[in-house]
């Protein structure tokens, strides 16, 4: 199949106006010929100013592969699909509206797509980009809050429970026709903070037999603001995860079980592993990890209390 470009970077964004032409801006800053690239910023029903510096960075750049759109329908699921549905490119590489890719990550994903043709997808290194004081509680049990993700400094296949992030994954566009888009079900939607619609589509991809792989190399930085570490947005962000599995797994008695004893067990040994935080004199950072894996149990239990 013939593809008008050689990757589309796309950006899902909602309410992130202070952020999001800097996003946009790092890709263009890229070190790959712009000819063969284009990037789509998809809009989900924004109240800010995001729409108007949209088309304003268009008419100030129309030597540019620029473009944007709104989705009407609200959640991240939808607005990934939409990405997918007007890329052009035969790959096509997600970033956050939050995020910036540093140099090297277009180059990095196609020489790796045209290389490896048996892989279906690839995610890289995330890198959070504190703007704000680190409470005493964070700790590594809580760099998906903050958007971490770091698995080593080599390539490596990801099976299993390991996929790539949100913020910074790449697929073939061709993928999509096999095994379908982003599950509109799951996922954030406004200020709702469902999962797991990353997880569901990495799933189905290696059912169907597809490699996916983590690019140490292929990195971007993520905006860390301080209303991430508020109590409130960590007991909904904690909840979605388990909301989003109890959902993706919704009709499936004996898997929804198995879940539920898993979370169980986690939070024993949340609590049992969090009394070395307390031998040290670390109250909070005990008393906010066994709060986590409680508030993933109450997101099973009621999906709908992430919203």
Not at 95 to 124: C, H, K, M
Not at 290 to 305: C, S, T, Y
Request: charged share 25%.
């Amino acid at each position: 199949m013939s593809y008008p470009y050689k990757i589309s970077a796309v950006i899902c964004s909602y309410n992130r106006a202070r952020f999001v032409i800097k996003a946009v801006e790092s890709i263009f800053k890229q070190d790959f010929d712009k000819r063969q690239f284009e990037v789509i910023v998809v809009d989900n029903n924004s109240t800010d100013n995001t729409v108007r510096l949209l088309e304003n960075f268009k008419t100030v750049h129309p030597q540019y592969n620029f473009s944007y759109y709104v989705e009407t329908n609200q959640g991240v699921s939808w607005t990934r699909t939409r990405c997918a549905k007007e890329a052009k490119g035969e790959y096509i590489a997600y970033l956050d509206d939050d995020s910036e890719a540093q140099n090297g990550w277009l180059r990095g994903i196609v020489n790796f797509f045209d290389t490896n043709p048996d892989v279906y997808s690839v995610g890289g290194k995330i890198v959070p980009r504190f703007l704000t004081d680190i409470p005493d509680w964070y700790s590594k049990y809580f760099f998906g809050l903050v958007g971490s993700f770091d698995l080593g400094s080599k390539p490596k296949q990801l099976t299993r429970q390991r996929y790539p992030c949100g913020a910074n994954m790449a697929f073939r566009k061709s993928v999509f026709d096999q095994v379908g888009f982003f599950n509109t079900s799951l996922g954030r939607s406004g200020k709702g903070l469902l999962a797991n619609e990353e997880k569901d589509i990495y799933k189905r991809i290696l059912a169907a037999g597809h490699k996916v792989y983590y690019l140490p190399d292929v990195w971007v930085t993520h905006a860390v603001e301080s209303n991430k570490f508020g109590k409130g947005y960590v007991k909904r962000h904690s909840m979605g995860i388990g909301g989003g599995e109890r959902l993706r797994l919704k009709g499936q008695s004996v898997k929804l079980f198995i879940k539920l004893l898993e979370y169980i067990a986690k939070w024993g040994y949340a609590v049992l592993y969090g009394l070395g935080y307390l031998a040290k004199g670390q109250v909070s950072k005990f008393k906010m990890l066994a709060m986590f894996r409680w508030w993933v149990i109450e997101g099973f239990l009621n999906p709908m209390g992430a919203n």
